[in-house]
T-cell receptor
Framework: GAVVSQHPSRVICKSGTSVKIECRSL??????MFWYRQFPKKSLMLMAT?????????EQGVEKDKFLINHASLTLSTLTVTSAHPEDSSFYIC????????????FGPGTRLTVL | AQSVTQLDSQVPVFEEAPVELRCNYS??????LFWYVQYPNQGLQLLLK??????LVESINGFEAEFNKSQTSFHLRKPSVHISDTAEYFC??????????????FGKGTKLSVIP
């Protein structure tokens, strides 16, 4: 089946620094990738939709200057949390879609971000 | 706009007993329906999906879900659960939110705890 990887799996950083999270589709080309944020005991909240070669579409309430998304190729999307603060600590999950006709999103294992 | 309701946040059940995890959705257009499973500290894995055709869909590990359009439901069932089924289960719906983007909307999740 389709495999999506994320790197790193865990990251701890100091407040004010920037953190980059990579999302890769390993065995398929993903024209669309999604970034989610999951709070403890909560559902997934869609942050943005990323299409290869174009600007990401952010959901209402998500700061695009704080959460920079780049979808440089059909197998790689990156999320950069700029000037991270403790309230940005969360579980970030990406997903990639193979074929729009089947509308199946395959999810990465997630990245646990802790900002001190 | 679509929404997903999972009425039960937690479902404890004894091993080898049957279980049903409820999911209701609201949407004004045709939808695709999904169940994802999340094991502790991991990302989401697709369990099963309904796109079209037979309203009863099955997974490889014994789960099944039935799409009921009149009741706008997509309940997940398993006749006999195992300890390894302990996880969080998310119901999700997808519809075309514009320009073919087909975003997923998730329910809040149901934590299934299988008791030995």
């Amino acid at each position: 089946g389709a495999v999506v990887s994320q790197h790193p799996s865990r990251v701890i950083c100091k407040s004010g620094t920037s953190v980059k999270i990579e999302c890769r589709s390993l065995d398929f080309q993903a024209t669309t990738m999604f970034w989610y944020r999951q709070f403890p005991k909560k559902s997934l909240m869609l942050m943005a939709t990323s299409n290869e070669g174009s600007k990401a579409t952010y959901e209402q309430g998500v700061e695009k200057d704080k959460f920079l998304i780049n979808h440089a190729s059909l197998t790689l999307s990156t999320l950069t949390v700029t000037s991270a603060h403790p309230e940005d600590s969360s579980f970030y999950i990406c997903s990639a879609r193979t074929d729009r006709a089947t509308d199946t999103q395959y999810f990465g294992p997630g990245t646990r971000l802790t900002v001190l | 706009a679509q929404s997903v309701t999972q009425l039960d946040s937690q479902v404890p059940v004894f091993e080898e007993a049957p279980v049903e995890l409820r999911c209701n959705y609201s949407s004004s257009v045709s939808v695709y329906l999904f169940w994802y499973v999340q094991y502790p500290n991991q990302g989401l894995q697709l369990l099963l999906k309904y796109l079209s055709g037979s309203t009863l869909v099955e997974s490889i590990n014994g789960f099944e879900a039935e799409f009921n359009k009149s009741q706008t439901s997509f309940h997940l069932r398993k006749p006999s659960v195992h300890i390894s089924d302990t996880a969080e289960y998310f119901c999700a719906v997808s519809e075309d939110s514009g320009a073919g983007s087909y975003q997923l909307t998730f329910g809040k999740g149901t934590k299934l705890s299988v008791i030995p």
